[in-house]
């Protein structure tokens, strides 16, 4: 198990830019795959972005490639999502998220949970 706190939203204005961040605690966290998930109102949470163990190839979700970005500093144990060109429909919380071995995109597979941090852009 590793802890996850997650830093860096915020209020940004469309066409905007923010820089999350997700710092991992724990034994073991090379070990584990950490990627972001996000959950807007009314809605599932899902995935936005992951990073596979020990900082291999990055694979964004469909809503988001091209405009985001995923980074992994394993010496530091920390996540970066970093957005641009954001727009309304991204505003959510955004959650870190963890597990032991390879990156899934399914919200059960993932038992280690940050608190979240709040996005909203303004249109």
């Known amino acids: 198990q590793v802890q996850l706190v997650e830093s860096g939203g915020g209020l940004v204005q469309t066409g905007g830019s923010l820089t999350l961040s997700c710092t991992a605690s724990?034994?073991?966290?090379?070990?584990?795959?950490m990627v972001w998930f996000r959950q807007a109102p009314g809605q599932e949470r899902q995935f936005v972005a992951g990073?596979?163990?020990?900082?291999?190839?990055?694979y964004l979700a469909p809503a988001v490639e091209g405009r985001f970005s995923i980074s992994r500093d394993n010496a530091k144990n920390t996540l970066a999502l970093q957005m641009n060109n954001l727009r309304p429909e991204d505003t959510a919380v955004y959650y870190c998220?963890?597990?032991?071995?390879?990156?899934?995109?399914?919200?059960?597979?993932?038992?280690?949970w940050g608190q979240g941090t709040q996005v909203t852009v303004s249109s």
């Open positions: 998220a963890a597990r032991r071995g390879y990156m899934s995109v399914s919200l059960t597979a993932y038992d280690d």
């Open positions: 990073v596979a163990l020990r900082g291999g190839n990055p």
């Open positions: 724990g034994r073991g966290v090379s070990d584990y795959a």
